[in-house]
């Protein structure tokens, strides 16, 4: 997962769920989105191996405020975010699984 790490904090209130005790992956998606099925797949499957781990999915056409103060262009785009919220990996494109748990082994 390539990207820069930002100093914003997504939670409850901007995802509308609780965040993961240890990192959250976030997915932003869009209906007719092909590698957007597949990333889902992936993100769900890491997330149920490891403990603490959550994954969420965001409708990226249902939350364009969000999307665009995150500066989101293109579906799927991840953020891979630390307990507290705070975003240390965004990607975007379909992420390998590998690369998803290097990235919350820097999250966590």
Do not use: N
């Not at 965040?19 to 797949?41: D, I, M, Y």
């Not at 590998?98 to 919350?104: G, K, Q």
């Amino acid at each position: 997962m390539d990207g820069q790490a930002h100093a914003e904090r997504l939670g409850r209130a901007q995802l509308g769920v609780e965040l993961g005790e240890r990192a959250t992956l976030v997915q932003f998606s869009s209906a007719f989105c092909q590698p957007c099925r597949a990333t889902r797949r992936t993100l769900a499957e890491v997330a149920g191996m490891v403990d603490g781990v959550a994954h969420v999915e965001i409708d990226a056409e249902a939350h364009l405020t969000l999307v665009r103060a995150l500066g989101i262009s293109r579906t799927p785009t991840v953020l891979v975010l630390d307990a507290s919220g705070r975003i240390v990996r965004r990607a975007v494109g379909q992420p390998r699984t590998v690369d998803v748990v290097a990235a919350l082994g820097q999250a966590m």
